[in-house]
């Protein structure tokens, strides 16, 4: 199982991100997947979570209407839109699988 995260980087505020992950070693297709970050110096955040399909989406309450999770399962791939990024969504982000799998981070750094 691996799940590799990508597209994090250094972002004005006001500015936008789009996060990958991609998975392999398993059926990405029939798992929820969730966004979870980590702050510096911080604990653990979930950010969202989307079903199998793609249909069903949630989002914590400090990124609801500027983050948008979506899949691509034939392309076994996750990704995060993230628009309207603050200073305070600066975090390592992961991308896990409801299996239990993480994978190794991307940082995004939201500063002018």
């Known amino acids: 199982v691996q799940l590799v995260e990508s597209g994090g980087g250094l972002v004005q505020p006001g500015g936008s991100l789009r996060l990958s992950c991609a998975a392999s070693?398993?059926?990405?297709?029939?798992?929820?997947m969730s966004w979870v970050r980590q702050a510096p110096g911080k604990g653990l955040e979930w950010v969202s979570e989307?079903?199998?399909?793609?249909?069903?989406?949630n989002y914590a309450d400090s990124v609801k209407g500027r983050f948008t999770a979506s899949r691509d399962n034939a392309k076994n791939t996750l990704y995060l839109q993230m628009n309207s990024l603050k200073p305070e969504d600066t975090a390592l982000y992961y991308c896990?699988?409801?299996?239990?799998?993480w994978g190794q981070g991307t940082q995004v750094t939201v500063s002018s």
């Open positions: 070693g398993f059926a990405f297709r029939d798992y929820y």
């Open positions: 896990a699988a409801c299996h239990g799998s």
């Open positions: 989307i079903n199998s399909g793609g249909g069903s989406t």
